[in-house]
């Protein structure tokens, strides 16, 4: 059975760093990614790595404070300089599509919400 289990989600204040985990098992993927999402909002792509740990990319809007990490079965996205316009639910994805869009991902974790506050 596939599973990806996310961790990590809080509230933090604004300029703090948090790091988020997603363990995946079941099986392997050729691409993990993470999302977020605020309410009534279409997921936002954020950053993806492929199985092996490169490549890796990071969305524009975030690059600089957003990175993507994995080891061999927990993919991880490191964040610093938190906003308030961070606020979301986090997502992690798999799937075997280099892709940013969200119909790539086959697997979905469970959503850890981070809320900053000002």
């Known amino acids: 059975q596939v599973q990806l289990v996310q961790s990590g989600g809080r509230l933090v204040q604004a300029g703090a760093s948090l790091k988020l985990s997603c363990a995946a098992s079941?099986?392997?993927?050729?691409?993990m990614a993470w999302f977020r999402q605020i309410p009534g909002v279409e997921r936002e792509f954020l950053a993806r790595i492929s199985w092996s740990g490169t490549p890796q990319d990071t969305a524009d809007s975030v690059k600089g404070r957003f990175t993507i990490s994995k080891d061999a079965t927990n993919t991880y996205l490191q964040m610093n300089s938190l906003k308030p316009e961070d606020t979301a639910v986090y997502y992690c994805a798999a799937g075997n599509k280099w892709t940013i869009q969200m119909s790539g991902y086959n697997y979905w974790g469970q959503g850890t919400q981070v809320i900053v506050s000002p």
């Open positions: 079941g099986t392997t993927f050729s691409v």
